[in-house]
């Protein structure tokens, strides 16, 4: 199986910002998209923003310009840049990534366990 370990969350103001990473570990033949979803309480779970193994990015509209997101493809690891952070942008973070655990198996989506982000003065 693949796990995936996020690290990087927690309480900053306003405008602050911090940094998620998210590694990927196990049994790992081939990965492919990695990114990020958040869930706010009571709210759906968005997409945040997602990096192909090429390094094609694609963001929610309300993270552009703020949210860079990247990769290590040496590493297995995601990362997920913010800047400029609003409340608006509490959430529990997940992120997750499109593996292929052996060569026996197909494709399948992995999650970590999720980190909080609270943006609050």
């Known amino acids: 199986q693949v796990q995936l370990v996020e690290s990087g969350g927690g309480l900053v103001q306003p405008g602050g910002s911090l940094r998620l990473s998210c590694a990927a570990s196990?049994?790992?033949?081939?990965?492919?998209?990695m990114g990020w979803y958040r869930q706010a309480q009571g709210k759906q779970r968005e997409l945040v923003a997602n990096?192909?193994?090429?390094?094609?990015?694609n963001f929610a509209d309300s993270v552009k310009g703020r949210f860079t997101i990247s990769r290590d493809n040496a590493k297995n690891t995601v990362y997920l840049q913010m800047n400029s952070l609003k409340p608006e942008d509490t959430a529990v973070y997940y992120c997750?990534?499109?593996?292929?655990?052996?060569?026996?198996?197909?494709?399948?989506?992995?999650w970590g366990q999720g980190t909080q982000v609270t943006v609050s003065s």
């Open positions: 997750y990534a499109m593996a292929r655990p052996s060569v026996f198996r197909w494709w399948d989506q992995f």
């Open positions: 196990g049994s790992i033949f081939s990965i492919n998209d």
């Open positions: 990096i192909t193994s090429s390094g094609s990015t």
